[in-house]
């Protein structure tokens, strides 16, 4: 698995497109709780954790429970765990869960990438 991670706006989708060599019909952009673990890219993975928070779901544990699935996969996630915590307690448990699920992700990507400004940096 690939993990591509960094801000809003960042180019995380252009980038990869372009190193993984996929066309937008084999992206699946999460809006919700509702995943499809077998698609060749999942972008937008802190929305999935928004939806799973909001249903009372624990998303790491869909992950573990899916993992055969997404273990080719690249998965794209913005970084929403810098800067001023908020004071709704719903999107603090947001913020929470995203970066939960992202050390789980991380500790089993074959590679992560932080893209800023549409550039590259390797974290592993």
Request: hydrophobic share 40%; with cysteine.
């Amino acid at each position: 698995m690939k993990l591509i991670i960094g801000g809003a706006y960042q180019g995380k989708r252009d980038f990869a497109k372009a190193a993984f060599h996929l066309t937008d019909a084999q992206i699946f952009t999460c809006t919700g709780e509702e995943i499809i673990f077998s698609a060749p890219c999942i972008d937008k993975i802190e929305e999935f954790t928004l939806g799973c928070v909001k249903a009372g779901k624990d998303p790491v544990a869909l992950f573990q429970q899916y993992k055969d699935k997404w273990k080719n996969s690249v998965l794209i996630c913005q970084d929403i765990f810098c800067g001023v915590v908020p004071t709704d307690a719903t999107l603090r448990q947001w913020r929470q869960e995203t970066g939960r699920l992202c050390q789980y992700l991380t500790k089993n990507a074959d590679s992560v990438s932080r893209i800023f400004c549409g550039l590259e940096q390797k974290l592993k």
